[in-house]
């Protein structure tokens, strides 16, 4: 159990990645749907950096700035040239799969050392079920670290506000002399850089190696946790990890003796994301969408 | 600085334009592109855009690879239009194919039933099936379709796989992920002696003549076109939005089913894991280039067919990965929306001013 429940928080850490910069960026009013595009070339570039630096920390800064770069097209087209945001997001996520499998395509099946530890082994020892909590690499604590100042940054902090403000109506914003448009920048690029983490997690921990469309639909599974979520960060963080859990059965069902083709329990995760979908739809308890998530806007003046 | 300024009406010219200058930049972009990997870009642009005209089998190739992509581009043209998203269109074509399998494979030879019209027409119901789950969802409980026709995109492919590597498989496919093959009345038959261009291409054709009149000219192509364009005028004509979601869904799910089942039928000839469901992606892009008009699709299908077939040619002859042709789709879509907005906007050089 101890196993699995470690494996639920590795599996988790790419999905809050995604979950929480697409939750920053919709809570300001911006719908990408580019979020696996973005985690397919964060991983790719922080693979190719790793392994020719040989640190994984500057490979998660490659990746991160490579999400950033991607989130900065998509904002070039959703908020310089106020194109529909769902075909931006849609072309965002085409080019990033093409882009990541061209710049990858010679690194396929290269072995990367996998990240350390943060913390020394004996820590994890010296305490029962320390693994749980001290096993795992810097990463994942990053992870957990964000969704805490992020849920602080948009319940109390003033700059959090304004996001908020952004997001929910943008004209009023606008007349109180906000700056909507950057707010909305900086929020997708942000979104950007945690997309980019994820995917880096993918390539450098959660298993370190390069492999095309690698994300396997994990960036629009984040999408579908934010709405479950009913972009709240604390209830996206559970979401995250439920999901992780039910992406785990894969590889642990067949040992508990739950017999079933091995592609139902692949395909899991996504019917469970339909299933979340459904059932939480509609709930007032929910949580409610920006009022103006995906709404172009264009200042007057 | 450039800026945008709005224009009065939109411009009838850009409308027009806009493909065609997106088309021109994505061909820059993609010179830069190739000379970035070391290619001459005058050579690797001539094999991706000039070698598929190059022989007569090579453009009935163009042909065969546009067929999916115009049906299911025409489909999703009307779905975008009515501001209904659905991007499992390569689900629902991978349903398409599995429907279409059922009945090439257990249908006897000897029964009346043993006709094309039957796999194609089981296809196309399979498809309406896989899209009315998100059409179903939004209409009843308010589920965003993006994510539960993506969702379900994966899972057919899944599907699709244990259904060729279990009960399925041909037992003497020497271990290889794959049906028997079909019977021979299960394929369409050929338009030209020697290619692999089939009557599908006619279907094609229809499809996208037939929507384009009808989103032109029907009561139910102004409701679609209102409920996308201005659905608080949509409410108080009366227009039913649950209406429109089913019927754009139905439809784009029942091309792209139509569309898999014949490519299973008619051009790969038995399952696989792989049966190009990828197409339903590219089908987005195709729906853009005709500006989300059915007609406009069908020239936006051949565009990226040309394209697609250009990039397997660029693969054998210049050594270029696979993946080139999607940065060039993506790229393309990028410049398409960008040039959209000059529709709607005039760009004015101005001076910087402090804010």
Same mark, same amino acid.
């Given at each position: ?23 920053? *960026? ?45 989130? $900065? ?55 029962? %079920? ?57 929020? /997708? ?44 960060? &604390? ?19 067949? &040992? ?13 995760? %996504? ?5 979340? @979908? ?13 009022? *103006? ?9 | ?55 007569? %089998?090579?453009?009935?190739? +163009? ?31 991978? @349903? ?51 994510? +539960?026709?993506?969702?379900?995109? %994966?899972?057919?492919?899944? @599907? ?5 590597? $279990? ?66 005028? *949509? ?9 429109? +979601? ?61 394209? *697609? ?17 999607? /940065? ?21 050089? /101005? ?5």
């Amino acid at each position: 159990m101890e196993a699995f429940f470690a494996a639920m928080i590795v599996a988790a850490t790419p999905l809050l990645f995604a979950a929480l910069g697409e939750l920053v *960026a919709e809570r300001s009013g911006v719908l990408n749907l580019g979020v696996e595009g973005m985690m397919l070339v964060g991983a790719v570039c922080a693979f190719i950096v790793a392994l020719s630096t040989g640190s994984t920390a500057l490979g998660a800064f490659a990746g991160a700035a490579a999400g950033v770069a991607m989130a $900065g097209l998509f904002a070039l087209l959703a908020l310089g040239f106020s194109a529909n945001q769902a075909a931006a997001g849609l072309a965002l996520t085409i080019f990033g799969g093409g882009l990541s499998g061209l710049l990858g395509a010679s690194y396929v099946g290269v072995p990367l050392p996998k990240a350390q530890p943060l913390f020394p082994a004996s820590w994890a020892e010296a305490i029962p %079920y320390g693994k749980a909590i001290f096993g795992y690499d810097a990463m994942v604590y990053l992870a957990w670290a964000s969704a805490a100042a992020i849920w602080w940054f948009l319940a109390r902090a003033r700059s959090g506000l304004k996001l908020r403000a952004a997001g929910d109506n943008a004209e009023s914003g606008h007349a109180l002399g906000l700056p909507v448009l950057r707010i909305r920048l900086l929020a /997708v690029l942000f979104g950007g850089a945690m997309a980019g983490l994820g995917g880096a997690y993918l390539s450098l921990a959660y298993t370190p190696m390069w492999g095309e469309g690698m994300t396997a639909g994990r960036g629009w599974i984040a999408l579908a946790l934010v709405v479950f979520a009913g972009w709240r960060v &604390g209830w996206a963080a559970a979401g995250a990890v439920l999901f992780a859990a039910v992406t785990q059965l894969q590889f642990y069902a067949q &040992g508990w003796g739950w017999r079933a083709p091995s592609q139902f329990w692949a395909a899991a995760p %996504y019917l469970a994301t339909i299933l979340a @979908l459904a059932l939480l739809a509609g709930r007032r308890t929910a949580g409610s969408a920006p009022a *103006a998530l995906g709404r172009i806007f264009r200042p007057s003046s | 600085m450039i800026r945008l300024e709005p224009r009065a009406a939109p411009s009838k010219l850009m409308a027009t334009l806009s493909p065609l200058i997106a088309i021109l930049l994505t061909l820059i972009a993609g010179a830069l592109l190739f000379a970035a990997l070391g290619q001459n870009p005058w050579r690797a642009l001539r094999v991706y855009f000039l070698s598929p005209f190059d022989d007569a %089998y090579m453009r009935a190739e +163009v042909l065969v690879k546009a067929v999916p992509l115009a049906l299911m581009g025409a489909g999703l043209a009307v779905c975008f239009r009515a501001n209904v998203w659905n991007i499992g269109a390569a689900g629902q074509f991978t @349903l398409g194919a599995i429907g279409a399998g059922a009945a090439a494979l257990f249908i006897p030879a000897e029964s009346p039933f043993a006709m094309l019209a039957v796999p194609l027409i089981a296809g196309a119901l399979c498809g309406m099936a896989w899209a009315a789950v998100p059409a179903a969802l939004r209409t009843r409980l308010g589920v965003n379709e993006i994510l +539960v026709s993506l969702m379900l995109t %994966y899972v057919a492919a899944l @599907l699709l796989d244990w259904l060729v590597r $279990g009960p399925w498989r041909n037992p003497r496919g020497f271990g290889f992920p794959q049906t028997n093959a079909f019977p021979d009345w299960a394929h369409a038959p050929i338009l030209v002696e020697g290619t692999r261009l089939h009557v599908g291409a006619f279907l094609a054709v229809a499809a996208a003549l037939g929507l384009g009149l009808m989103m032109s000219r029907t009561l139910r192509g102004l409701r679609l076109r209102v409920t996308g364009g201005a659905p608080r005028a *949509a409410r108080f004509a009366g227009f039913s939005a649950a209406g429109d +979601v089913w019927f754009a869904l139905l439809l784009s799910g029942g091309l792209a089913g139509l569309a898999g089942a014949l490519e299973a039928t008619s051009t790969v000839g038995r399952l696989q894991p792989e049966i190009g469901a990828q197409a339903g992606f590219t089908a987005i892009i195709v729906a853009f280039l005709g500006r989300l008009n059915p007609i406009g699709a069908l020239l936006g299908a051949l565009v990226l067919a040309v394209s *697609a077939i250009g990039g397997e040619n660029a693969q054998i002859l210049l050594n270029l990965p696979k993946n080139v042709a999607g /940065v060039f789709q993506g790229m393309l879509l990028f410049f398409l929306l960008a040039c959209d907005a000059l529709i709607n906007y005039r760009p004015r050089l /101005v001076a910087r001013r402090r804010a």
